[in-house]
């Protein structure tokens, strides 16, 4: 429903431009008393209304209270005006402070010349204890352990992080011992960086006789030993010589020898006609063939190296275009020997047959 004028116009409204009707002029009013009055609810901490309902008679006051007065006037716009006075001055214009222990927390009140009060509760938390002392003062205390005053008062101390001397010493009273123990079969490590460790006035395990060398058992005992004589400075010193291993001549000489009594190993090659000869593996060879001999270059050739080739099996034999076969005989029988020798340019061969 809208409401209908005769000439006027405006928003929300229709122009018919002629007399209403009474029924017009009817559904007009009604039409602003059901949807053109908006209402205005009211709220306090207890109490609610609403104003300006259709149909509805209400008015809206505001009173004064206790040492509280209102009055309404009217603005040079026209406007309304609610003005809210304080009749009576505030007399409360001291106030007292105290404190109290409530349970584990502590109270910290004001008292005003009126009586009322106003509380600030401190509330204790982990290992805090509150406390009022005699002139009312609240006393916060922690009740986790207390450090220590000294080292010795902790008979089971434990380091949290590297000890740094800081330029002083570890030292014991009354001449008593230092004692290091590590637990079970822990070490003691003496570890610097760039430094010694150096060890005044050793007497442990005993202080020895001058002279004497450190010695150990090989299952963790240390002794003072006497020192080992210092032996030769030249083989030539030692008249009766005998090598507790292999000699290695790293790529020397051995002059004026006399051999007796010695044996060369046989190092076997295996079966086949194309061996891969080796000088390293031993001077004396053995291999076994099927229908000839290929002779290669030695794997490790070096001038003056000579190889004894022990061959089972008859076939011809050959060589690199560096081999020169005695005589020109390159046959093998059965049981063969043949001669190396080679010059740093050319192998030197010669084969022994008719072995019975």
Request: charged letters at 10%.
């Amino acid at each position: 429903m809208t409401i209908t004028l005769r000439q006027e116009t405006t928003t929300g409204a229709t122009t018919k431009g002629d007399s209403l009707t009474f029924s017009e002029l009817d559904n007009n009013f009604i039409d602003i008393l059901n949807n053109k009055i908006q209402a205005i609810d009211l709220n306090a901490d207890s109490g609610q209304t609403t104003l300006g309902q259709a149909l509805a008679n209400e008015k809206f006051t505001i009173a004064g209270g206790t040492g509280i007065t209102t009055a309404l006037t009217t603005d040079s716009a026209g406007e309304a005006v609610i003005t809210i006075n304080q009749d009576t001055a505030d007399t409360n214009t001291t106030y007292t402070i105290g404190a109290t222990v409530d349970g584990s927390n502590a109270n910290f009140t004001l008292t005003g010349s009126d009586a009322s009060t106003d509380t600030i509760q401190f509330v204790a938390g982990s290992n805090i204890t509150l406390n009022v002392d005699s002139a009312g003062a609240i006393e916060i205390a922690a009740t986790d352990a207390v450090g220590i005053a000294n080292v010795v008062e902790d008979t089971t101390p434990q380091l949290g992080g590297s000890l740094d001397v800081n330029g002083n010493s570890i030292v014991s009273a009354s001449s008593g011992n230092i004692t290091i123990a590590p637990n079970g079969s822990g070490n003691i490590n003496l570890t610097p960086n760039t430094g010694n460790v150096i060890i005044d006035y050793a007497t442990w395990p005993a202080e020895g006789t001058n002279g004497y060398v450190l010695s150990t058992n090989g299952a963790g005992t240390l002794s003072w030993v006497a020192q080992p004589s210092a032996g030769i400075a030249n083989v030539v010193e030692d008249t009766t010589p005998q090598l507790g291993g292999t000699l290695d001549g790293q790529g020397n000489e051995i002059n004026n020898v006399i051999l007796e009594d010695y044996s060369e190993t046989v190092y076997a090659l295996g079966s086949t006609d194309t061996p891969t000869i080796t000088v390293s593996n031993g001077n004396v060879q053995s291999v076994t063939i099927t229908s000839g001999l290929s002779l290669p270059a030695f794997s490790d050739a070096a001038t003056g190296q000579t190889v004894t080739l022990i061959v089972t099996g008859s076939g011809t034999a050959s060589g690199t275009g560096a081999y020169k076969f005695a005589g020109g005989n390159t046959t093998l029988t059965s049981f063969s020997v043949v001669s190396i020798f080679y010059d740093g340019t050319t192998y030197w061969a010669s084969i022994a047959t008719d072995f019975q």
